[in-house]
């Protein structure tokens, strides 16, 4: 593996008992004490992740809103300083990009969060879009960032904290705070797991600081070190989609059920008329919860089919549920079979496997 990107936590990761694989071209941690026991974790009590291979581009100038605003499908112009929100940047046909979080730093200044695998290629399309009184700057190698998940997550890190985390509400965040007496950048609530949490971006080289910090003062009270595997199994019991799975060139933000996000009335932004035209007419496809019927675990890119044979879609992401310990999926389908109560068959290894369509999300915090 040496030839794969680390982050600054690198290192560390063999002291906390670390499984790593190669994720888009990074050595990350699939896994520490186990996916299990650090998915129950983050639902119970919290969970502490390193996502600093996530990427981070910072837009500002005169022009920077207008310039997001053509970008980006939500509306930027709806936040003030302090405030974050999700959004998508679409190709002319809806196809996506990339997902992406936007942080209003101030007037004219932004921070786009960005996918790992996805760096290269977003600030191609950004630098190709470049218009007006705007200046792109990729601090990506220069920040690390911390997850810490959990319904348990402000009481952990509140008395390490120089800010007041009580009156930060959600996709809210603070600049210039100290955790532990390490400075950190950008402090923010939005999660990517279903639970409560807090995002910290920190300046690469206080990353090993502020992981020890952490883990020092929480571990006796419940906080553990979790790896990409439960990142994943969590994001998928509450429907957060997972660029390259939920989200492609060749799925639509609208197919993918994230409507919401989709501003029509903001202004033009790239992508808009297919968009405007799905949110309006239905898409041919939707993005629906499945449950096997029968034994049997769905995995992305198996076939799926209706009671007559015929092929209506493919599964995107499917696992026992570490909190159910059913076995579930998210599955893209032709429109008219994504129906909750609807029966379909799933491929697996070539027999095909009953399953119906429920209702998702599959877990919401504080009920099922």
Sequence with gaps: MADLKKTPLYETYARYGAKTIDFGGWDLPIQFAGIQKEHEAVRTQAGLFDVSHMGEVVVRGPDALAFIQRLTTNDASRLIPGQAQYSLMCYPDGGVVDDLLVYRLDEQQFMLVINASNIEKDAAWLHQHLA???ELEDVSEATALLALQGPRAEELLQPLCSAALLGLQPFQFVQQATVGGIPVQVLSRTGYTGEDGFELYVHAHDAVALWTALLSYGEEKGLV????????????EARLPLYGQELSEHITPIEAGLGFFVKPDKGEFIGKEVLVQQKTEGAPRRLAGIQMVERGIPRA???VYDSRGAWIGEVT???????FKTNIGLALLK????????EVWVDIRGKKVKA???????YRRGGS
């Design 132 to 134: 007006g009184q705007v």
């Design 225 to 236: 070190p979790a790896g990409l595997g439960a990142r994943d199994t969590l994001r998928f």
């Design 301 to 303: 890119h198996y076939a």
């Design 317 to 323: 992401t499917g696992t026992q549920s570490p909190t």
């Design 335 to 342: 429109r008219e079979y994504s129906v909750p109560g609807t």
């Design 356 to 362: 119906a369509v429920v209702k998702t999300p599959f």
